[in-house]
């Protein structure tokens, strides 16, 4: 055991806010936190997840960075070479919606006002003022992040990789351009990716319309929509080809309303025969499912909406320019007085909304760049075959699934921030490029196209592609591209990649977690990391998700001025067990602070019976162990193991729940409280001497086990002990010890003293039982009488029993005749007995018990008339009557204990 003299007093109060700004800089400005790649230490890597540029604080970044922080953490203790690249993501559309939006407040100008560079300056000067709030925000948290290596997804380097990729991937025929389906934002102005669309539930209406079947005149087809403002782009009307009601229609033609016109009845598997009618009206231009039957069926898409979702069709003047949502409400008026409209309904349906907007999205036909992803197969082995662990497990299914029906990805964005597609047009031939029906590596020979990360040579007869890169398409590379520049092989990447551990939100598993799998397949020739641990969405305590709008989502930053960092990361990771979501519950980070408060206090407790350390140099078998003793330091032995397999699961839950339960309970509730007696003799003697050496040794190895989880306060108590000795190095890089303490011991010998010290305090809850019974808990006059089970209890023992039960005297009779009625207990150490004589006034305590146990009767005859109760026994819902019932059982069980113990007074 390290130790050294300190004389080092702690105030009387422990301040977190203090002890922790004081131990983040001293980390930080030590470069305790940087990863060496010419170490010859095995290695440790972690990549976080890039955090928005604009991102502040949130409770799910604090659940994933703090569990980031616990496995570096752990890594350091392990020896282990560390590197935690931190780094965050440029954002497209959030940064320049946020810009654009200063604009218009500041200068009322739009970025067209400005132009594209003008409008990129401001853009880069926002990210230089604002940008990157959220690390100054994780530093105040305790994340060990190697800050000199932050990388920014539009560095230099990282940008040439971003190039490079795409230019790459063009090539090797990964990359097209072509009109499909995509997710399109109205008020953005660009396409989104499925994880840029939130799902929100809606109160629409479902419009029943009647279209004329044309040679049945006066006999209508119904069809069942949502959207009757598309109905000018509808080709055709789809059934299921096994629908009996339609058969003797496919192949006939309806008549559209307007702009009026005839179009067939199709057959399509698609078409859900029980929703609505049974019939669907095809408009390819405006739902991904019509596209996709459009093309099985080779039908026209005419697209009816503008991008910035107002109608398009000068055929219907009434309809043209209005916004979808007006159009809806003035088609549906339409359709009625042309006796069209069968019957409107209401009707629940989920809506996509732009993340960033907060509009409803449009499904629409666009011009976009697509990937045909790469390493597909290697990528869903890795997986499968777990090459790649997956924790929970149960997500390894949604990633196989998911794999097994990829559509190509959209990664073109209509923006100005980010990534600018390295496509330039010669300028005679753009226009009819950028409205070729396809545009691939084909299309180089021609040479009125380039693809390069530079710009051709004689750049003024080119023009550049307008788009940028989805950002999704800059961090697939994260793992790689944050290590190394293009074309090289850094000693940074040879010694980190692959990363170890990967730590995000399974929301993200798609977009984010299996693209770089594949990236690191097609790229690098290997998987990217070892293990992804899927952390849990953190809802409210009433299981709701949290959002500003319903005022249930605290500020992590007045969490921890409250509560301290310790504080929330220990409160909050004791709430989130591993593969459910987190119901966050505010009392538990109090909690958090209540736990650094005992740690605090315990080691207050240590420093004033003298100088931590000072016996570090006796070795176990020199000491006089008393049971006790060697109870608590087995108990410290088994919470190595039993972090070590929580650890080896990734069950960070567990780790607090063992730690909390070890310091808490078996430390200061019994040990520290069985040790007083011997921590009062005098200075050298033999039993003070040995409970401060199994003090210091359970404090230094509990400071360096809950190290991850409470990193500040456990640096403090570290140093303040004196556990650095001579090293001088802190506890975040001081290797932890995993010796047994008691390895130099007999283990029958450890197992008898467990044993004693188990007989001893479950006969300790006994005695104190007896006394709670009668009222007696704080009487120190209490004496107990011992018949033992066997031999007698050795003094050490008796003095401990004596202690603990709170009393004046255990004495120890085999024959003691004990008066009728006196309270005893059968306990491990053998029948134990209270004489109440001089305690109690038994007349008292006998009224006392009368009134009582009446009451219960009364309480019994209540819940037995109302279970008897035909109305209420059959009536009342099943959990109420079971309720009821376990009522019952509860006064049943306390009569029974009253009737016991007036019985006992005689």
């Not at 398009?312 to 003047?317: A, D, F, I, L, S």
């Amino acid at each position: 055991m390290a130790g050294s003299q300190n004389t080092n007093e702690l105030p009387k109060a422990y301040e977190p806010t203090d002890v922790e700004e004081k131990w983040q800089r001293r980390w930080i400005d030590g470069k305790c936190f940087s990863g060496n790649p010419a170490s010859d230490k095995d290695a440790y890597s972690i990549v976080i997840p890039p955090p928005n540029v604009t991102g502040m604080l949130h409770l799910g970044h604090v659940l994933n960075n703090t569990i980031q922080d616990i496995l570096a953490r752990r890594a350091r203790q392990q020896g282990k070479e560390v590197m935690w690249l931190p780094g965050c993501d440029h954002a497209g559309i959030a940064t320049q919606v946020r810009v654009e939006k200063e604009l218009r407040k500041t200068e009322g100008k739009t970025r067209h006002d400005l132009g594209r560079d003008a409008f990129l300056e401001k853009v880069w000067e926002w990210k230089e003022d604002h940008g990157g709030i959220i690390f100054k925000q994780l530093r105040r948290l305790g994340c060990s992040l190697d800050w000199e290596r932050e990388r920014f997804t539009l560095d230099e380097d990282y940008t040439e990789w971003v190039l490079h990729v795409f230019v790459q991937l063009f090539k090797e025929g990964f990359i097209y351009r072509g009109k499909r389906m995509v997710n399109w934002c109205p008020i953005s102005l660009t396409a989104l990716s499925d994880e840029e669309v939130i799902m929100k539930p809606q109160r629409s209406k479902l419009y029943t319309m009647r279209y004329e079947i044309v040679d049945r005149p006066g006999e209508f087809f119904l069809i069942a929509t949502t959207r009757p403002e598309t109905l000018m782009g509808d080709v055709a009307v789809a059934v299921h080809p096994n629908d009996e009601r339609y058969k003797d229609l496919i192949g006939k033609k309806v008549r559209r309303p307007f702009p009026a016109a005839e179009i067939p009845i199709i057959a399509d598997e698609h078409v859900e025969m029980e929703f609505g009618t049974g019939a669907l009206k095809i408009t390819p231009a405006h739902d991904p499912a019509d596209f996709e039957i459009g093309q099985r069926h080779d039908l026209e898409a005419i697209d009816v909406l503008t991008p910035d979702g107002k109608v398009n069709c000068p055929e219907c003047p009434e309809l043209h320019g209005l916004d979808r949502f007006a159009a809806r409400k003035k088609a549906a008026e339409m359709l009625e007085e042309m006796g069209l409209i069968e019957k409107i309904e209401d009707y629940e349906n989920n809506v996509g909304f732009s993340e960033r907007a907060d509009v409803p999205v449009e499904p629409r036909l666009s011009m976009q760049w697509f990937l045909k992803y790469p390493a597909v197969d290697d990528a869903a082995a890795a997986v499968a075959n777990d090459e790649i662990t997956f924790r929970p497990a149960r997500w390894k299914k949604t990633y196989a699934h998911w794999m097994e029906n990829l559509q190509d990805w959209c990664i073109s964005r209509q923006l100005w921030w980010g990534h600018r597609i390295p496509v330039w047009y010669r300028k005679e031939k753009a226009f009819e490029l950028r409205e070729a029906a396809s545009l691939d590596v084909a299309n180089l020979e021609a040479g009125d196209l380039h693809v390069g990360t530079e710009p051709p040579a004689d750049a003024e007869n080119w023009e550049q592609d307008a788009d940028v890169l989805d950002t999704w398409f800059s961090s697939w590379l994260w793992p790689f591209a944050t290590m190394t520049k293009v074309g090289e092989k850094s000693d940074t990447l040879k010694k980190f990649y692959p990363t170890t551990d990967l730590v995000t939100g399974p929301d993200i598993i798609f977009f984010w977690v299996a693209r770089m799998i594949m990236a690191g397949f097609h790229f690098e020739g290997q998987k990217p990391f070892n293990n992804v641990f899927f952390t849990s969405i953190i809802r409210d305590i009433k299981g709701r998700k949290m959002s500003k709008s319903l005022g249930n989502s605290p500020d992590p930053l007045d969490l921890m001025a409250e509560y301290g960092a310790d504080g929330l990361r220990f409160g909050l990771m004791r709430i989130a067990p591993t593969g459910t979501d987190v119901k966050f519950d505010e009392s538990q980070i109090g909690e958090g602070r209540n736990f650094a408060n005992k740690l605090y206090n315990a080691v207050r407790f240590r420093l004033m019976q003298g100088n931590a350390g000072t016996s570090s140099d006796l070795d176990i078998t020199e000491l006089e162990l008393t049971d006790v003793h060697i109870d608590i330091l087995a108990k410290l032995d088994q919470l190595a193991i039993d972090l070590e397999n929580a650890y080896a699961d990734y069950q960070f839950n567990t780790v607090t729940q063992v730690l909390y339960q070890f310091f808490w309970n078996e430390y200061c509730d019994w040990f520290v409280e069985a040790s007083k007696g011997s921590l009062r003799e005098e200075e050298g003697s033999a039993a003070r001497t040995a409970t401060l050496w199994v003090i210091d040794t359970v404090l230094e190895r509990f400071l360096a086990h809950l190290h991850p989880f409470m990193p500040h306060i456990t640096e403090e108590l570290w140093e303040t002990l004196g556990f650095a000795g001579d090293s001088g190095l802190p506890l975040m890089q001081t290797p932890i010890n995993t010796t047994p303490v008691l390895a130099k011991l007999d283990a029958a010998a450890v197992a008898t003293a467990k044993a004693t010290a188990t007989a001893l305090y479950e006969t300790v809850g006994r005695a104190r039982n007896l006394k709670a019974e009668y009222n007696l808990a704080s009487n120190k006059n209490v004496r107990f009488v011992l018949a033992p089970a066997g031999d007698a209890p050795s003094q050490a023992t008796l003095d401990t029993l004596q202690l603990l039960a709170g009393s004046k005297a255990v004495d120890v009779d085999p024959n003691f005749d004990a008066p009728k009625g006196t309270p005893s207990a059968i306990t491990p150490l053998g029948a134990l007995t209270m004489p109440l004589e001089g305690l109690i006034d038994l007349d008292a305590e006998r009224s006392r018990l009368t009134k009582e146990i009446g009451k219960v009767e009364g309480e019994l005859k209540k819940s037995r008339g109302k279970l008897s109760n035909p109305s209420f026994a059959e009536r009342a819902p099943e959990a109420v009557v079971n309720t009821e019932r376990e009522r019952l059982k509860e006064w049943e069980s306390k009569l029974a204990q009253l009737q016991e113990m007036l019985a006992a007074l005689g």
